[in-house]
């Protein structure tokens, strides 16, 4: 089957760098947009960044100018580059990726997630 592996996070201080990594595994056809989420304790989910097929991206206005997405197509692979971390972006780090299987079937693709936590 389709899986999503992230991968990268950990506990860091404040103003410190983090690179979180998700490979997508199995046969797959096609990938369109990857993203990555967060979710902090007692919050909802929200998007943090995606980045398109076409290379285009868009980033929450909370992390705009600290992170940075990427994507390698030959590993099917999406980064999300953390800089200048701060404690409010402590959080479950979520992988997804709009996947098309072998047989062309469009899969909303989720990874199990990353904890990242920033101290002060």
């Known amino acids: 089957q389709v899986q999503l592996m992230e991968s990268g996070g950990g506990l860091v201080q404040a103003g410190e760098s983090l690179r979180l990594s998700c490979a997508a595994s199995?046969?797959?056809?096609?990938?369109?947009?990857m993203g990555w989420y967060r979710q902090a304790p007692g919050k909802q989910r929200e998007l943090v960044a995606t980045?398109?097929?076409?290379?285009?991206?868009n980033y929450a206005d909370s992390v705009k100018g600290r992170f940075t997405i990427s994507r390698d197509n030959a590993r099917d692979t999406v980064y999300l580059q953390m800089n200048s971390l701060k404690p409010e972006d402590t959080a479950v780090y979520y992988c997804?990726?709009?996947?098309?299987?072998?047989?062309?079937?469009?899969?909303?693709?989720w990874g199990q997630g990353t904890l990242v936590t920033v101290s002060s």
């Open positions: 997804r990726a709009d996947i098309y299987d072998a047989l062309r079937r469009p899969l909303d693709t």
């Open positions: 199995g046969v797959i056809l096609g990938i369109n947009t």
């Open positions: 980045i398109a097929g076409s290379g285009s991206t």
